[in-house]
């Protein structure tokens, strides 16, 4: 016998001598030629039989150069197009990929490393591509998906023999099976880790997915795996796997409690022959109907309906999906006639001509027929519709108006159409209203309620408020009030300036107080005042000064610019909770600066504030530019404050700028150096 070093060397002796093997037959080709063309005509016997032989050989030889020089070898490209070739690869072939050589290494780890993968990733896929693979990785190492962990543990093997069953490797099963493995818990896994983002099935369900009947098999057979392979029914079903399914019949492991939706996913995979060969066997048909019809093919009708399968009502109507007039046609033939539902579908769909055919069959028109054309946008429809006498719905010119749909609007007004009395309504809430569709609508006596100018301000639209205003239409008298509480300040300028008769704020300061005005808009604020409306501070009107309103409502806001304006507002200084208005801002420097350089008097209550909220630079503001606040107390309470979190940095800094501010201490601590 030979022995295995020489069969080797045979074997690269002969994949050696294929290049010359290959030289000598085209050698020998053209000496036939050659020869037959000099039997032809002899005068060809001058040629040096020696000299053609050299030249064929030299052509040769630089033809094989030339190729070579063609091609470039793999490890001499460039990284770019390195890069390129592994993204055919894929970004966990790390184990397989990156340690062929240095180079493939760095490469292969930058093109995918990122914030989410490291880069050093091997997909257990790739582990069970080939056994000899899966083998390297079990007796070896392997780079999981996840991290960077040893196969040795049972999980990263039980993973790879369930890649190897997935990829329908029958001889990793095998060598698992020698090494002692046990493969039941291993197939029962609810899902392959690898895998599963990609799919949610079981593993046994993935390998009949696949078409791996001869895996099935062996783990029916050599592994004993019963209990769960009717999980493989419904994927052999869903991807068209006759045999698997004939197999699992032979078997017994269709059972009964298991195939109530086995010929609803035939009929909604489009898998005709299983189809045809669950109802022969009795399989339950329920909702299979819409499906079957969809399929339009004529022989599978037949079938079914020779089978006794029923075709619901829904079903049938849903002929008008599909657009297939001849086949409906078909299918009437059979008995199965549509009803006036089927406009819906024709309609959703954009059929035209199913809504003439379904016309023509006598089938009488939907109650909402009109609604649902003009809804889609098919005038067409609507015309064809109205000249074959279908009955107006009542909502069909409020829904035009929603979509603000000028050309339908005209041929309903045209067409005796009667307005729907949320008509206006829809147009101001719906998509994009215009000005021209507005007037449309008011000239052609469209009916309007006065509640529909809320909409406008609701909307926000300039144009519509002066359609409203022009056209003389009634309107609510708290338009103004609104468009305060909206913020929107081209609706204030609007209805001030054209002089729109709604209820107007006495001051600024009903405008910013709590109620039906309630605005703290800065902009809009400067127009009332630039229009000459003044501050007012009446107590009777208000319950807070208009500072104590701003300070509330904005609190931690970036809205400073409004409680710093420079308007005029007065500092309310007999109101008892004006501490309450620098206590909320007693964290703000740039509010402490400015509350100073207003004199308010409300400041004085600033201190206890900013010690508690640990702000040193507003304590030393304050200290520096309120003598009120050099006062006994003061140290005092900064003392309290810092005993109670003696840890705490900020409120000992302000123990100490105190002290070397010589704020007024107690004698008890007037010998000690904070």
């Known amino acids: 016998m030979t022995s295995e070093p020489e069969r080797k060397k045979a074997k690269t002796d002969h994949e050696a001598s294929l290049p010359n093997a290959v030289a000598d037959i085209r050698v020998k080709e053209l000496q036939d030629k050659i020869l037959s ?212 019949n032979s078997i017994g492991c269709l059972r009964e409690r298991d195939t109530g939706d086995f010929c609803y996913e035939a009929s909604f995979s489009g898998n005709i022959d299983i189809l045809k060969w669950l109802i022969e066997r009795g399989y339950d048909t329920c909702y299979i109907d819409e499906y079957i019809l969809k399929l339009k093919v004529m022989d599978l009708l037949d079938y079914c309906l020779s089978k006794g399968v029923e075709f619901g009502e829904d079903g049938i109507n849903s002929l008008a999906y599909w657009d297939d007039v001849e086949f409906a046609e078909h299918c009437k033939e059979k008995g199965l006639q549509m009803t006036s539902n089927a406009y819906f579908n024709a309609i959703d769909g954009g059929y035209l001509e199913m809504v003439k055919y379904l016309h023509r069959s006598g089938i009488p028109w939907n109650s909402e027929s009109t609604e649902d054309m003009t809804r889609a946008g098919r005038l067409d429809m609507l015309k064809f519709a109205r000249e074959n006498n279908c009955p107006w719905h009542p909502k069909t010119s409020s829904c035009a108006a929603k979509y603000s749909d000028l050309k339908f609007l005209q041929y309903l007004y045209t067409h005796g159409c009667p307005w729907h009395p949320d008509t206006f309504k829809e147009f101001i809430l719906g998509e994009k209203p215009t000005a021209k569709v507005f007037r449309f609508l008011h000239e052609k006596g469209c009916p309007w309620d006065k509640d529909f100018s809320r909409s406008i301000l609701q909307m926000n639209s300039i144009s519509l408020l002066k359609c409203l205003h022009e056209s003389g239409l009634p309107y609510e008298n708290d338009l103004l009030a609104l468009a305060l509480r909206q913020r929107w300040l081209d609706g204030v300028k609007y209805i001030i300036e054209s002089e729109m008769k709604c209820e107007s704020p006495a001051d600024l300061g009903t405008v910013i107080a709590p109620g039906n005005f309630r605005c703290h808009d800065f902009d809009i604020l400067k127009y009332l005042k630039s229009t000459g409306m003044e501050w007012s501070i009446d107590q009777c009107l208000h319950d807070l000064s208009p500072l104590l309103e701003i300070a509330y409502s904005d609190k931690f806001d970036d809205n400073f610019e409004v409680f710093q304006w420079e308007s005029g507002c007065p500092f309310d200084e007999s109101n008892h909770s004006l501490h309450s208005l620098t206590g909320l801002f007693s964290f703000r420097l740039d509010v402490m600066k400015y509350l100073l350089s207003k004199n308010c008097p409300g400041v004085g209550y600033c201190y206890e504030y900013a010690i508690k909220n640990q702000q040193v630079e507003i304590v030393k503001l304050l200290y520096e530019r309120h003598n009120n606040l050099k006062r006994r107390d003061l140290f005092d309470i900064a003392f309290m404050k810092w005993f109670k979190d003696p840890s705490n940095r900020k409120k000992r800094d302000i123990l100490a700028y105190l002290q070397r501010q010589g704020c007024p201490q107690n004698n008890t601590f007037d010998r000690h150096d904070w």
């Open 37 to 248: 063309l000099k039997e032809e005509y002899p005068e060809l016997e001058c040629i040096d039989q020696r000299r053609l032989h050299s030249c064929l050989d030299e052509a040769f030889f630089k033809y094989k150069s030339e190729q070579n020089d063609r091609h470039c070898p793999l490890y001499k490209l460039p990284n770019e197009i390195l890069q390129k070739c592994f993204e055919y690869v894929g970004s966990k072939s790390y184990l397989f990929t990156a340690t062929v050589s240095k180079k493939f290494y760095e490469t292969y780890t930058d093109r995918f490393t990122s914030k989410y993968c490291t880069g050093r990733e091997t997909s257990y896929r790739y582990g069970a591509s080939s056994t000899s693979l899966a083998k390297y990785c079990v007796e070896t190492c392997c780079e999981t998906q996840d991290e960077e962990t040893s196969c040795e543990t049972q999980d990263g093997k039980d993973q790879i023999f369930i890649a190897g069953a997935v990829n329908g490797n029958v001889e990793i099963l095998e060598y698992a099976l020698e090494e002692g493995y046990d493969l039941l818990p291993i197939i029962n896994y609810s899902s392959l880790e690898d895998w599963q983002n990609e799919y949610e099935s079981s593993v046994i369900a993935r390998i009949a997915g696949a078409g791996h009947l001869h895996v099935l098999k062996y783990l029916y057979e050599k592994a004993n795996f019963r209990m769960g392979m009717q999980l493989a029914s419904y994927e052999a079903i869903r991807y068209g796997r006759m045999d698997i399914l004939e197999w699992l």
